[in-house]
């Protein structure tokens, strides 16, 4: 924020996280899945100094997206998502 608007801000980390085969295979089951990626981490500090990492889960993309196939991969990327979550 400092950066690009000049403005203070509390410390705010956005991790794009992307695996480029599980996204070719979730476009190629819906086309427009695209648009949701990569699967983003928030990790913040808040005014208490607390620490919070955050993410969309991705499974709730299906909402979007009636697919079996995809449901499979989001699935997966959900774990893969928990996984990195817990290991920080």
Excluded: W
Aim: charged fraction near 25%.
């Amino acid at each position: 924020m400092k950066e690009k608007l000049n403005k203070d801000f509390r410390q705010y980390i956005i991790i794009g996280a992307c695996n480029p085969s599980i996204a070719y295979s979730a476009i190629m089951a819906e086309d427009k899945i695209g648009t949701l990626m990569p699967c983003n981490i928030v990790v913040q500090e808040h005014l208490n100094g607390d620490i919070e990492v955050s993410a969309v889960d991705p499974v709730s993309y299906l909402l979007a997206f009636r697919s079996e196939e995809l449901s499979k991969i989001l699935s997966d990327v959900r774990e893969k998502l928990q996984d990195i979550i817990h290991n920080l």
